[in-house]
């Protein structure tokens, strides 16, 4: 008789593989299959982590070509050199996912490299890499298969001249002219990474601000930076057509409101729309698993399906399309199936965009409190007058907070700002303990320290900030 699991994942993204690590360490004979060759997913090998490589290695080349003079330092023959940079993110990410599978050997998980189609609620036919196939049973199978890239209608990714984050990580030289379509996280991370490597960026969306979801206010100050750093911005835009061409395409776009098309070129199209939850090809047909209208698994809760011992997480089922939020699912998913009551407040989940100066919010925006009439009051503080900042001679952007104006209890915050990214930890971890604005502006805060400005705007939501 075949050996029966007590937790089969697939996918191993960081919500598949978190959710295999956890289920190990509960004592759950545990087996985890990806149909990619290395661990990790999407994040780890196509998008989180080499976009945040090749971010940081832009970002260094912008700053000794321009961003050094101001402190007395001189640079000269500064170069880039394409294929070293690739090299470098690509040895990132095989550290990376390799550190993976030396922790599935350390949990004793069994990895199953191949694809994965359920034959019924308690089995899956396993189409190995290497050619043959493999039933797998288990008692608990939890889909993580994560998401794909979409495209718009007509419009053909051929990862050459159109296209994806993925292409976009991997292109061997600087293209002259690059249009990127959407104006979301990613198409902005990596349209800053060519920019600041010398291609003319356009970027063209549907919404008259970037960032969609974000706070408005910082969605507006996002805008005009990405502008004074050379971002050509074509916003209510909408795209009608890409045509590619010997050496590059042809993109046509006019007025949301109406209006004259235009065209443009570009060396290389960046399409950066969305991802859809993937489910290809699952045999979901066969489970009895239920979608919503959205095309993702529908889930509760505990994170069960609508067939019982199959359950769903990461960037298949609802909510933001996170690493971090796909990794707290896979824990909690893993306690629910071992018995324990795992949970994730989704009111809770950080949202960073990795551009310079970085962006990150959690909670409410104003935007939401104003859609949901709920009163509360804004304390808001620039980095123009954080020391930090100042020495560091890094002064974009400010820390917004909004707190109920009755108990004033924190429901959002919002942040532009060099070191974003890390600050927003320490407004999580206030919102999970259920802080006022108070209790933050009591905190004693390290100086100099950039976080001293989340301070002063727990002062400023009461208006009395001290260093302004
Ligand atoms: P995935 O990581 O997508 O993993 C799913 C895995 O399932 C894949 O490896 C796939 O091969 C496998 N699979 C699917 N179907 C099958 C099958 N039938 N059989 C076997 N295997 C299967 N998020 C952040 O939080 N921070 C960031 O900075 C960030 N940057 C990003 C940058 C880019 C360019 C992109 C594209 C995404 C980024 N994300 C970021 C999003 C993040 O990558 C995803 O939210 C996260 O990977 C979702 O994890 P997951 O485990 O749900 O799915």
């Not at 700053?63 to 690509?90: C, N, P, Q, R």
């Not at 909510?319 to 824990?331: C, N, R, T, V, W």
């Not at 071992?338 to 409410?364: C, F, Q, R, S, W």
């Not at 924190?410 to 532009?416: A, K, S, Y």
Request: some cysteine; glycine content about 12%.
């Amino acid at each position: 008789m075949s050996e029966v699991f007590d937790v089969v994942v697939i996918g191993a993204g960081p919500g598949g593989y978190v959710a295999a690590i956890r289920a190990a360490q509960l004592g759950l004979k545990t087996a985890c299959i990806d149909k990619r060759n290395t661990l990790g997913g999407t994040c780890l090998n196509v998008g989180c982590m080499p976009s945040k490589a090749l971010l940081h290695a832009s970002e260094l080349y912008e700053e000794a070509g321009h961003g050094f003079e101001k402190f007395g330092i001189t640079v000269k023959g500064l170069s880039v050199d394409i294929k070293a940079m690739m090299a470098s993110k690509d040895k990132t990410v095989g550290e990376l996912t390799g550190g993976i599978e030396f922790l599935f050997k350390k949990n004793k998980i069994t990895w199953i490299k191949g694809v994965a189609s359920f034959t019924g609620r308690h089995a899956l036919e396993v189409k190995l890499n290497d050619g043959s196939k493999q039933t797998v049973k288990a008692k608990n199978f939890i889909i993580a298969t994560g998401s794909d890239v979409v495209s718009l209608p007509g419009i053909e990714i051929d990862e050459k001249i159109v296209v994806s984050s993925t292409g976009a990580l991997s292109l061997t030289k600087v293209p002259a002219k690059m249009v990127v379509i959407g104006g979301g996280v990613i198409g902005l991370e990596m349209g800053s990474v060519w920019r600041r490597l010398g291609s003319e960026v356009t970027v063209i969306e549907f919404l008259d601000q970037l960032l969609p979801g974000m706070d408005g206010e910082v969605r507006k100050t996002f805008g005009r930076t990405m502008k004074k750093q050379g971002m050509t911005l074509k916003l209510s835009s909408k795209v009608t057509g890409v045509k590619t061409t010997k050496n590059g395409a042809k993109i046509t776009y006019e007025p949301v409101k109406g209006g004259d098309a235009i065209t443009i070129d570009a060396d290389i199209v960046l399409m950066s729309v969305g991802r859809r939850p993937y489910t290809d090809n699952l045999g979901l047909d066969k489970t009895g698993v239920e979608l919503d209208n959205r095309g993702r698994v529908k889930i509760d809760s505990d994170f069960s399906t609508s067939a019982a011992g199959i359950w769903a997480i990461g960037d298949v089922v609802e909510g933001p399309m996170l690493a971090h939020k796909a990794e707290d699912e896979g824990i909690a998913c893993a306690e629910n199936i071992a018995g324990l009551t795992g949970y994730v407040n989704h009111d809770v989940i950080p949202g960073v965009v990795y551009t310079m100066p970085e962006v990150a919010g959690v909670g409410k925006t104003e935007e939401d409190l104003q859609d949901a009439g709920i009163a509360y009051s804004v304390g808001k503080f620039p980095f123009t007058a954080n020391s930090r900042a100042k020495a560091n001679m890094n002064t974009e952007g400010f820390v917004k907070i909004l707190a109920d104006k009755v108990s004033d209890r924190i429901l959002g915050v919002h942040i532009i700002g060099a070191d974003a990214g890390n600050m927003i930890a320490q407004a999580a971890t206030a919102m999970e303990f259920g802080a006022s604005a108070e209790d933050i502006a009591l905190t004693c805060h390290a100086h100099p320290t950039e976080s001293e400005a989340m301070k002063e705007a727990a002062l400023a939501v009461h208006g009395r900030t001290i260093h302004m």
